[in-house]
């Protein structure tokens, strides 16, 4: 930890977490040396369960920059869990996201910094441009065209992105963090960015996509990865959709993300397969519970 600056006078959290992708991160921390923002933010890196080189690779870091920075282990596995043991330690007003395979612009921190100006954002999401022209074009979003979404609205597919996001502290606090089912390495592996942005949404806190706030994305895969990711992203999709109707009781916009589903089915035939296989997942999970919860209080 930097040792002219507290805890308590943090402005901005800025939240990587990383398993198994050591080479990855050491050339995401690389770039957050370029970083711009003259305002007190602190770095924290949760190592989720790796069994490679990336402690080594995070102290090094921390030994060799000026930035505020703290590493912690999280050995239950899920990107979730991971972010959520970052919660319970981030002393910024904002926490902001990005993965350990994406080099945020000089200027990220500033402009997250701005978008919170208006103090009905709840959370932001950002562009995500493609770092290498070689890698295959998914998981990126390079739309310039600024996009706010109303407190109480449906959180459509691909309004938010992980990679890419930021919220007020008090907000995450507030809805719990992060639902620990979803996301990388949990049962359902994707959507935990679109599940937390939709609780947030669902308390009546605004969002808004800011192009202004970029990050590249060096993610290093080809076409070959892409039936695997989409499948993912749909079971995870499917089960965030069950998770409105079941848990969150939003029963209309349940109906609209099956409105939605003719658009989905333009990027894979299997779209609705999968996406049904994630909702019979959650419910599932959903009505265990439940019956469990039942037969204690019985």
Request: one cysteine or more.
């Amino acid at each position: 930890m930097h040792p002219s600056r507290s805890r308590s006078n943090t402005d901005i959290s800025l939240i990587i977490c990383t398993r198994d992708r050591c080479e990855k991160l050491a050339r995401c921390l690389e770039s957050l040396r370029h970083i711009i923002f003259e305002r007190p933010w602190e770095l924290i890196i949760v190592d989720n369960g790796s069994t490679d080189d990336t402690a080594a690779v995070i102290q090094e870091f921390i030994r060799s920059t000026s930035i505020r920075a703290d590493h912690l282990f999280e050995p239950k596995p899920g990107k979730s869990t991971g972010l959520n043991t970052v919660l319970r330690v981030a002393q910024g007003e904002l926490v902001a996201f990005t993965d350990d395979d994406c080099y945020p612009a000089p200027d990220f921190l500033i402009r997250v910094w701005s978008a919170f100006t208006d103090p009905s954002i709840g959370y932001i999401t950002g562009r995500i441009q493609l770092h290498d022209p070689a890698d295959h074009r998914i998981t990126i979003n390079e739309s310039t065209t600024s996009r706010t979404f109303p407190g109480r609205s449906f959180v459509y597919t691909g309004a938010v992105h992980g990679a890419n996001m930021a919220f007020r502290r008090e907000v995450l606090l507030d809805i719990g963090g992060f639902d620990p089912l979803f996301g990388p390495g949990a049962l359902l592996e994707a959507a935990e960015d679109l599940e937390v942005a939709s609780r947030a949404s669902a308390m009546g806190w605004k969002g808004q996509y800011r192009p202004e706030v970029v990050v590249r994305h060096h993610h290093e895969r080809n076409a070959s990865d892409a039936p695997r990711l989409w499948k993912s992203y749909d079971i995870g999709r499917g089960a965030y959709h069950v998770k409105l109707l079941l848990s969150g009781h939003e029963f209309l916009w349940f109906a609209r993300s099956v409105y939605h589903l003719r658009w989905r089915c333009r990027f894979t035939r299997t779209t609705v397969l999968w996406e049904l296989v994630g909702g019979a997942k959650y419910a599932y999970l959903y009505v265990t519970q439940t019956l469990r919860g039942w037969l204690g209080q019985s």
